[in-house]
């Protein structure tokens, strides 16, 4: 795998916290780092495409605009982590979904529009094959930790 250039990192470095909200971010971004909007784009697909960013975007404080959460954890036998993961990454509030060790060992977080819409996934969920015990983790205190990795 090819290294990362120096201007790789400055822009890695850039947009983490300062991407513009404008029409075309990416050629103010360009401007600010001395090139072309085009140069930014084709470095940032070549990023992404080996694995250095898995996505660009905004996050949203989803509570105030009415959504709940939960970090859900399930017990499985390892064999059927695959098969499980696999579905219930298929719902449209799955928004991480990774295996752990221990006796918990396939954890996610659920958003949804209600608390309703929660438990019936949950539910869902609960009753696939090889789900022997899932437990739903809401956040009584939200914590916001801005993280930022200089390269």
């Known amino acids: 795998m090819r290294m990362l250039t120096d201007f790789d990192k400055h822009l890695l470095n850039y ?16 401007k600010e780092l001395g090139t072309d909007e085009t140069t930014v784009l084709e470095r940032l697909a070549w990023l992404k495409s080996h694995g250095y960013i898995r996505r660009i975007g905004p996050f949203f404080d989803s509570a105030r605009l009415g959504y709940v959460s939960t970090l ?7 064999e059927c982590i695959p098969a499980i993961a696999a579905a219930i990454n ?7 979904n990774y295996e752990r060790e221990g006796e918990y060992n ?8 209600d608390q309703n819409q929660q438990e019936k996934i949950l539910d869902e969920i609960r009753a696939m094959p090889g789900v022997s015990k899932l437990l739903s983790l809401p956040a009584i205190k939200k914590y916001k930790v801005s993280v930022e990795f200089q390269l």
């Open 90 to 96: 298929r719902y449209p509030g799955i928004t991480h």
């Open 72 to 78: 859900a954890a399930l017990k499985a036998p390892p």
């Open 106 to 113: 396939l954890w996610f977080t659920l958003l949804t529009a």
């Open 15 to 30: 947009i983490q916290t300062n991407l513009p909200l404008t029409s075309r971010p990416f050629a103010e971004v360009a």
